[in-house]
Protein backbone atom coordinates (compact mmCIF):
# COMPACT_ATOMS: atom_id res chain seq x y z
CA UNK A 1 0.00 0.00 0.00
CA UNK A 2 1.63 3.44 -0.76
CA UNK A 3 2.02 5.86 1.95
CA UNK A 4 2.62 9.78 2.12
CA UNK A 5 5.16 11.85 4.13
CA UNK A 6 4.35 14.85 5.16
CA UNK A 7 6.52 17.38 6.61
CA UNK A 8 6.46 21.12 7.84
CA UNK A 9 8.95 23.75 8.24
CA UNK A 10 9.79 25.66 11.28
CA UNK A 11 7.69 28.63 11.90
CA UNK A 12 9.19 31.90 13.62
CA UNK A 13 7.15 33.89 15.44
CA UNK A 14 8.59 37.55 16.46
CA UNK A 15 6.11 39.56 17.98
CA UNK A 16 6.98 43.23 19.19
CA UNK A 17 8.25 43.59 22.85
CA UNK A 18 8.40 39.71 23.33
CA UNK A 19 11.22 37.51 22.82
CA UNK A 20 11.10 34.80 19.50
CA UNK A 21 9.75 31.44 19.69
CA UNK A 22 9.94 28.93 17.28
CA UNK A 23 7.10 26.72 16.74
CA UNK A 24 8.78 23.57 15.28
CA UNK A 25 8.53 20.10 14.59
CA UNK A 26 8.19 17.64 12.01
CA UNK A 27 5.18 15.64 11.47
CA UNK A 28 5.22 12.59 9.63
CA UNK A 29 3.05 9.59 9.16
CA UNK A 30 1.57 7.00 7.03
CA UNK A 31 -1.81 7.41 5.95
CA UNK A 32 -3.46 3.89 4.84
CA UNK A 33 -4.34 4.18 1.63
CA UNK A 34 -7.41 1.78 0.59
CA UNK A 35 -7.45 -0.04 -2.36
CA UNK A 36 -8.07 1.35 -5.84
CA UNK A 37 -11.26 3.37 -5.22
CA UNK A 38 -10.43 4.36 -1.49
CA UNK A 39 -11.60 7.01 0.33
CA UNK A 40 -9.76 9.98 0.29
CA UNK A 41 -7.13 10.56 3.86
CA UNK A 42 -8.33 13.20 6.21
CA UNK A 43 -6.66 16.40 6.32
CA UNK A 44 -3.96 16.96 8.56
CA UNK A 45 -4.79 20.12 10.99
CA UNK A 46 -1.75 22.10 12.15
CA UNK A 47 -2.67 24.19 15.43
CA UNK A 48 0.20 26.78 16.16
CA UNK A 49 1.15 27.49 19.38
CA UNK A 50 -0.42 30.57 21.09
CA UNK A 51 2.05 34.01 21.36
CA UNK A 52 3.63 34.48 24.68
CA UNK A 53 2.29 37.56 26.33
CA UNK A 54 4.95 40.21 27.68
CA UNK A 55 6.01 38.82 31.44
CA UNK A 56 3.53 39.82 34.18
CA UNK A 57 4.72 43.47 35.70
CA UNK A 58 6.09 45.06 32.18
CA UNK A 59 4.74 48.40 30.93
CA UNK A 60 5.22 48.97 27.21
CA UNK A 61 6.42 52.95 27.61
CA UNK A 62 6.56 54.90 24.80
CA UNK A 63 10.20 56.50 23.26
CA UNK A 64 10.90 59.39 25.45
CA UNK A 65 10.31 62.92 23.23
CA UNK A 66 13.34 64.20 22.41
CA UNK A 67 14.28 67.45 24.61
CA UNK A 68 13.41 70.96 24.29
CA UNK A 69 15.94 73.55 23.00
CA UNK A 70 17.19 75.90 25.14
CA UNK A 71 16.50 79.36 25.43
CA UNK A 72 19.02 82.02 24.42
CA UNK A 73 16.91 84.89 24.33
CA UNK A 74 17.98 86.21 27.26
CA UNK A 75 22.01 84.99 26.72
CA UNK A 76 24.14 88.01 26.42
CA UNK A 77 25.96 88.89 22.61
CA UNK A 78 28.19 85.81 22.10
CA UNK A 79 31.73 86.82 21.83
CA UNK A 80 32.24 86.11 18.12
CA UNK A 81 29.39 88.87 17.74
CA UNK A 82 31.26 91.09 19.94
CA UNK A 83 34.79 90.58 20.66
CA UNK A 84 34.93 93.80 22.36
CA UNK A 85 32.11 93.48 24.36
CA UNK A 86 33.25 94.67 28.20
CA UNK A 87 32.10 94.90 31.43
CA UNK A 88 33.77 98.14 31.97
CA UNK A 89 34.92 101.38 29.60
CA UNK A 90 36.94 99.93 26.57
CA UNK A 91 39.93 102.68 26.59
CA UNK A 92 41.26 103.88 22.89
CA UNK A 93 44.47 104.42 22.79
CA UNK A 94 45.33 107.73 20.66
CA UNK A 95 47.10 107.54 17.13
CA UNK A 96 48.50 111.20 17.27
CA UNK A 97 51.17 111.77 19.67
CA UNK A 98 52.50 115.46 21.29
CA UNK A 99 54.47 117.51 20.00
CA UNK A 100 52.07 118.06 16.86
CA UNK A 101 53.46 117.76 13.49
CA UNK A 102 51.46 120.39 11.96
CA UNK A 103 52.62 118.80 8.64
CA UNK A 104 51.22 115.68 8.64
CA UNK A 105 48.10 117.04 8.47
CA UNK A 106 45.73 117.32 5.22
CA UNK A 107 44.48 120.66 3.71
CA UNK A 108 41.19 120.84 4.21
CA UNK A 109 38.76 120.87 0.95
CA UNK A 110 35.60 120.08 2.22
CA UNK A 111 32.74 121.35 4.49
CA UNK A 112 32.04 119.99 7.80
CA UNK A 113 28.29 120.56 7.70
CA UNK A 114 27.87 118.90 4.21
CA UNK A 115 30.36 116.35 3.91
CA UNK A 116 27.97 113.97 5.02
CA UNK A 117 25.00 115.11 3.63
CA UNK A 118 25.17 112.78 0.35
CA UNK A 119 26.81 109.81 1.82
CA UNK A 120 24.37 106.99 0.46
CA UNK A 121 24.40 104.38 3.32
CA UNK A 122 24.51 100.61 2.27
CA UNK A 123 23.18 98.92 5.64
CA UNK A 124 26.71 97.55 6.35
CA UNK A 125 28.57 99.18 8.81
CA UNK A 126 32.40 98.91 8.27
CA UNK A 127 31.51 99.87 4.54
CA UNK A 128 29.43 102.88 5.37
CA UNK A 129 31.63 103.92 8.42
CA UNK A 130 34.75 103.43 5.31
CA UNK A 131 32.30 106.34 3.09
CA UNK A 132 31.78 108.68 6.31
CA UNK A 133 35.56 109.17 6.83
CA UNK A 134 36.06 109.11 3.31
CA UNK A 135 33.90 112.17 2.89
CA UNK A 136 34.52 114.16 6.21
CA UNK A 137 38.26 112.72 7.42
CA UNK A 138 40.91 114.05 5.48
CA UNK A 139 39.02 116.33 2.96
CA UNK A 140 38.06 118.32 6.46
CA UNK A 141 41.77 118.21 7.08
CA UNK A 142 41.46 115.88 10.03
CA UNK A 143 43.27 112.21 11.07
CA UNK A 144 42.61 109.54 12.43
CA UNK A 145 42.82 110.17 16.23
CA UNK A 146 42.03 106.37 17.73
CA UNK A 147 41.88 103.01 16.42
CA UNK A 148 37.91 102.84 15.16
CA UNK A 149 36.05 100.39 17.95
CA UNK A 150 33.61 97.73 17.29
CA UNK A 151 30.41 95.96 18.93
CA UNK A 152 27.13 94.54 18.38
CA UNK A 153 24.37 96.19 20.45
CA UNK A 154 20.88 94.66 20.83
CA UNK A 155 18.44 96.79 22.36
CA UNK A 156 17.13 94.30 24.67
CA UNK A 157 20.36 92.24 25.83
CA UNK A 158 23.28 94.44 25.40
CA UNK A 159 21.97 98.36 24.90
CA UNK A 160 25.14 100.34 24.88
CA UNK A 161 28.90 99.93 25.06
CA UNK A 162 30.95 102.64 26.34
CA UNK A 163 34.39 103.73 25.03
CA UNK A 164 36.93 105.81 27.12
CA UNK A 165 39.36 108.67 24.96
CA UNK A 166 42.01 111.17 26.32
CA UNK A 167 41.32 114.34 24.48
CA UNK A 168 44.22 116.30 24.34
CA UNK A 169 43.70 120.07 24.44
CA UNK A 170 44.72 122.12 21.28
CA UNK A 171 43.33 119.54 19.37
CA UNK A 172 39.35 119.69 17.56
CA UNK A 173 37.43 116.64 17.23
CA UNK A 174 34.80 114.99 15.23
CA UNK A 175 33.05 111.50 16.60
CA UNK A 176 31.68 109.40 13.99
CA UNK A 177 29.51 105.79 14.35
CA UNK A 178 27.92 103.93 12.00
CA UNK A 179 25.80 101.32 12.74
CA UNK A 180 24.00 98.05 10.07
CA UNK A 181 20.82 97.69 8.64
CA UNK A 182 19.84 96.14 11.94
CA UNK A 183 20.01 99.51 13.82
CA UNK A 184 17.58 101.89 12.43
CA UNK A 185 18.93 104.23 15.29
CA UNK A 186 22.12 104.98 16.89
CA UNK A 187 23.21 107.38 19.41
CA UNK A 188 26.73 109.14 20.91
CA UNK A 189 26.26 109.86 24.40
CA UNK A 190 29.65 111.59 25.75
CA UNK A 191 29.58 111.81 29.56
CA UNK A 192 32.43 112.67 31.60
CA UNK A 193 33.46 111.65 35.21
CA UNK A 194 30.01 111.02 37.21
CA UNK A 195 27.99 110.39 34.08
CA UNK A 196 27.72 114.26 33.49
CA UNK A 197 26.35 114.32 29.95
CA UNK A 198 28.37 116.90 27.84
CA UNK A 199 27.29 116.07 24.88
CA UNK A 200 25.15 114.12 22.23
CA UNK A 201 24.19 113.39 18.54
CA UNK A 202 20.90 115.08 17.04
CA UNK A 203 20.54 112.73 13.94
CA UNK A 204 17.81 109.84 13.90
CA UNK A 205 19.11 107.23 12.00
CA UNK A 206 22.12 104.69 11.31
CA UNK A 207 24.43 107.63 11.45
CA UNK A 208 25.59 109.40 14.24
CA UNK A 209 27.97 112.20 14.20
CA UNK A 210 29.04 114.60 17.45
CA UNK A 211 27.90 118.36 16.02
CA UNK A 212 27.26 117.41 12.73
CA UNK A 213 28.75 120.93 11.14
CA UNK A 214 31.31 121.51 13.68
CA UNK A 215 34.23 120.08 15.41
CA UNK A 216 34.84 120.02 18.93
CA UNK A 217 37.82 122.07 20.23
CA UNK A 218 39.64 121.26 23.84
CA UNK A 219 41.26 123.99 25.30
CA UNK A 220 41.89 121.64 28.21
CA UNK A 221 43.02 117.89 28.57
CA UNK A 222 40.19 115.58 29.60
CA UNK A 223 38.95 112.13 29.70
CA UNK A 224 35.64 111.84 28.08
CA UNK A 225 33.34 108.42 27.95
CA UNK A 226 31.44 108.04 24.67
CA UNK A 227 28.51 105.70 24.88
CA UNK A 228 27.63 103.59 21.55
CA UNK A 229 23.59 102.99 22.20
CA UNK A 230 20.97 101.59 19.80
CA UNK A 231 17.67 103.99 20.46
CA UNK A 232 14.30 102.22 20.22
CA UNK A 233 14.19 98.73 19.05
CA UNK A 234 17.08 96.72 17.37
CA UNK A 235 20.27 94.59 16.90
CA UNK A 236 23.32 95.11 14.89
CA UNK A 237 26.68 95.63 14.34
CA UNK A 238 28.32 98.92 14.19
CA UNK A 239 31.66 101.07 14.06
CA UNK A 240 32.62 104.45 15.84
CA UNK A 241 35.93 106.48 15.60
CA UNK A 242 37.33 109.68 16.21
CA UNK A 243 39.51 112.25 14.22
CA UNK A 244 41.41 115.25 15.04
CA UNK A 245 43.13 118.65 13.41
CA UNK A 246 44.82 121.50 15.23
CA UNK A 247 42.59 123.99 16.17
CA UNK A 248 43.01 127.03 14.11
CA UNK A 249 43.91 124.77 11.22
CA UNK A 250 42.10 125.76 8.15
CA UNK A 251 40.28 128.77 9.68
CA UNK A 252 38.80 126.56 13.27
Not at 53 to 76: C, H
Not at 135 to 147: F, I, N
Not at 228 to 247: C, K, L, M, S, T
Amino acid sequence: MPTVSLKLRSLSLSPSGASSFALSGVLAGLVALGGCGGAPPPPVVVTPLPVPLAPPGTVATAAPAAPAPPDTSSFPASDEEDPEESATPIAMAPEISLPLDLSSFPAKTADEGKCWQTIQVTGSAQRDFDSVVASCGAPTGLREYVKPGHGHLHSVKDKRDTFSIHLAKGLCYRFFAVGDSGIKDIDILVEKNGNVLVGDDKQTGPVAIIDADKTWCMTSDVNYFFNIEVDGDGQGRYVFGAWARPAGKNGK
